[in-house]
């Protein structure tokens, strides 16, 4: 399982929120996409996030900062854990640029078109989980992407992702008897 997390972080008003233009890799690069990235050995989802924001956009926050609101996942191969916060720059420091990939608040209502997958139905959504009450515990729960397919030559005893998030994963082998999954 490769697992992921991404932040989704407004300001206070909820008018903007802060994206990053993706290098990498490969299938999202030149798009925006939230911060956030993968989970390590040992780390937690909340951890990981944590440790992006701080690598990726010079946030520094705590577990308390953010709220997990879902996971979008193909309950075989992959994860990624949304979480959402409100931005306060006295505890949190203000949002820079720290890698090669830059980071910038982009307007709620002007979001480019060049964005990852997801980005576009996540946004309002976590815009509206904080317009209804910050209820604690609320959360889309488990979105599912049906991107896995059974094997024809083991008659789908085995099954083959041929998606990786939303690109084609061509190195993908059946789980049972390691061919294409095609016959
Ligand atoms: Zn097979």
Same mark, same amino acid.
């Given at each position: 399982?490769?697992?992921?997390?991404?932040?989704?972080?407004?300001?206070?008003?909820?008018?903007?929120?802060?994206?990053?233009?993706?290098?990498?890799?490969?299938?999202?690069?030149?798009?925006? %996409?939230?911060?956030?990235? =993968?989970?390590?050995?040992?780390?937690?989802?909340?951890? /990981?996030?944590?440790?992006?924001?701080?690598?990726? /956009?010079?946030?520094?926050?705590?577990?308390?900062?953010?709220?997990?609101?879902?996971?979008?996942? %193909?309950?075989? %191969?992959?994860?990624?854990?949304?979480?959402?916060?409100?931005?306060?720059?006295?505890? =949190?420091?203000?949002?820079?640029?720290?890698?090669?990939?830059?980071?910038?608040?982009?307007? /709620?209502?002007?979001?480019?078109?060049?964005?990852?997958?997801?980005?576009?139905?996540?946004?309002?959504?976590?815009?509206?989980?904080?317009?209804?009450?910050?209820?604690?515990?609320?959360?889309?729960?488990?979105?599912?992407?049906?991107?896995?397919?059974? /094997?024809?030559?083991? %008659?789908?005893?085995?099954?083959?992702?041929?998606?990786?998030?939303?690109?084609?994963?061509?190195?993908?082998?059946?789980?049972?008897?390691?061919?294409?999954?095609?016959?």
């Amino acid at each position: 399982m490769k697992k992921y997390t991404i932040g989704i972080l407004f300001n206070e008003s909820l008018t903007q929120v802060v994206m990053i233009y993706k290098n990498r890799p490969d299938w999202q690069k030149d798009n925006f %996409n939230f911060p956030g990235g =993968h989970i390590e050995n040992g780390e937690t989802s909340i951890v /990981c996030l944590i440790r992006e924001f701080e690598e990726e /956009c010079a946030i520094k926050t705590t577990i308390d900062t953010w709220k997990y609101i879902g996971k979008i996942t %193909n309950n075989k %191969n992959y994860y990624v854990d949304v979480f959402t916060a409100i931005h306060n720059p006295k505890e =949190h420091g203000f949002v820079k640029t720290n890698t090669d990939e830059v980071v910038i608040w982009i307007d /709620c209502n002007n979001i480019p078109e060049n964005i990852v997958t997801n980005v576009s139905w996540l946004l309002p959504f976590a815009k509206d989980w904080w317009n209804q009450g910050n209820v604690e515990n609320l959360s889309f729960g488990t979105f599912n992407y049906n991107n896995i397919e059974n /094997c024809e030559n083991c %008659n789908g005893e085995g099954y083959t992702n041929f998606y990786d998030q939303g690109e084609p994963d061509l190195d993908s082998k059946c789980t049972v008897c390691n061919g294409t999954g095609k016959k």
